[in-house]
């Protein structure tokens, strides 16, 4: 995957090579970000064709340059009709505590200077609420986010033969919180974009062997059939923003999963609130195994490009900031099935990738 090159605040500082964040980290600078980092490939589209998924999916495919690419989204085909596809969802809320420092970084307590914890800000937004979204002009529909974006994705078909496709994140079942003692050689505590702000890394490393793991061994209610949010409050994965990926030795087991953190939006809009979540949900839609090769020379990831198209939407009082998403057509050098045959869902690159 593509980084992104970008101006941003200082916001996570250098020292990290003194300790074992080293191995897992890029640090979070000045320029070169990119959102996420997922992990080798586990499947191929062949296999999972052949086996199956635990998620409703569904497989499709493109020609570039004489090369066939296959693809697996979640969902179902939206040539085929208007299918309603609800993913159950768990949200884990994480709650740590840095050795180094004593901070507390709590997902489930009152964010700073707020009156609501970052779960309830992710219940209540356009994640799982629907909003009015469109494109350009085009109505494509009053919806969840992610939902808009992938009906917007594949226009030509539901604003056709399929008006009611949908594929929508069910209402949220909130695990019991995890709580963490992070040692000072998993996770290191630094200044954040706000004066008396802080923000937290934790080792990759720290995050795959003491809490994906054991988090789903832990609740075995969470069925390959679902969608799992790993919710932080200022907390990032090693270098990264957040990231998407699976738990599991096969298709049909294999868990989807995001890690993410809900961030205080910076005055630059540079990350906000759910733009990392938006994100991740969105790749998820559209590379839930993470696995779907493009000519682009990455995987089929639509928030990478995009990484700092942050656009405003307004709902329950509140003004959220999802990011701007990557069409199957910027991938694919052919945008005939999206709306208005853009690249991205709000027009803001004018030419595919490469």
């Known amino acids: 995957m593509k980084f992104q090159k970008r101006i941003l605040p200082v916001l996570l500082v250098v020292g990290l090579a003194s300790i074992a964040l080293a191995q897992d980290t890029r640090v979070l600078g000045e ?8 992990r080798p490939r ?17 497989t499709g495919s493109f020609t570039h340059g004489g090369t066939t690419y296959k693809y697996v989204m979640v969902g179902t085909d939206p040539a085929k009709g208007s299918i309603n596809t609800v993913v159950p969802v768990y949200i884990i809320p994480l709650k740590f505590t840095f050795v180094d420092s004593g901070t507390v970084f709590d997902a489930t307590a009152n964010m700073i200077g707020l009156t609501q914890s970052a779960v309830q800000a992710v219940e209540a937004s356009p994640i799982f609420q629907d909003a009015p979204f469109k494109a350009g002009t085009v109505n ?3 919806t969840q986010y992610i939902d808009a974006f992938q009906r917007a994705n594949f226009w030509a078909s539901v604003g056709t033969v399929s008006p ?44 795959d062997s003491k809490i994906t793991a054991p988090v789903f061994k832990k609740f075995p209610q969470i069925t390959p059939g679902a969608f799992t949010i790993f919710l932080t409050y200022n907390v990032f994965p090693g270098g990264n923003y957040g990231y998407h990926d699976i738990f599991g030795s096969s298709p049909l087991t294999a868990k989807t999963y995001t890690y993410v953190s809900y961030l ?6 540079i990350d906000a609130d759910i733009s990392t979540l938006a994100h991740e949900v969105g790749e998820w839609m559209d590379d839930a195994y993470v696995n779907n090769n493009t000519p682009c020379g990455t995987l089929l990831e639509v928030g990478d490009p995009l990484n700092t198209a942050i656009f405003p939407v307004k709902l329950g009082g509140q003004t959220w900031h999802p990011q701007d998403l990557a069409m199957l057509g910027y991938f694919s050098f052919n945008a005939t099935q999206s709306v208005n045959k853009w690249l991205t869902f709000r027009n803001t690159i004018k030419k595919s990738c490469g």
Do not use: C, M
Not at 31 to 38: G, H, L, T, Y
């Open 140 to 142: 494509v529909g009053n």
């Open 264 to 269: 205080e939006p910076y005055k630059q809009l």
């Open 42 to 58: 586990r499947f191929s589209v062949d296999d999972i064709q052949a086996a199956g998924t635990g998620l409703p999916t569904w």
């Open 164 to 207: 009611n496709y949908h594929v929508v994140l069910g209402q949220p079942v909130v695990l019991p919180t995890q709580v963490y003692k992070v040692p000072a050689a998993s996770g290191q505590t630094i200044p954040g974009p706000f004066p008396n702000v802080k923000r937290g890394i934790l080792a990759q490393n720290y995050i």
């Open 31 to 38: 320029r070169n970000i990119r959102r996420d980092a997922p």
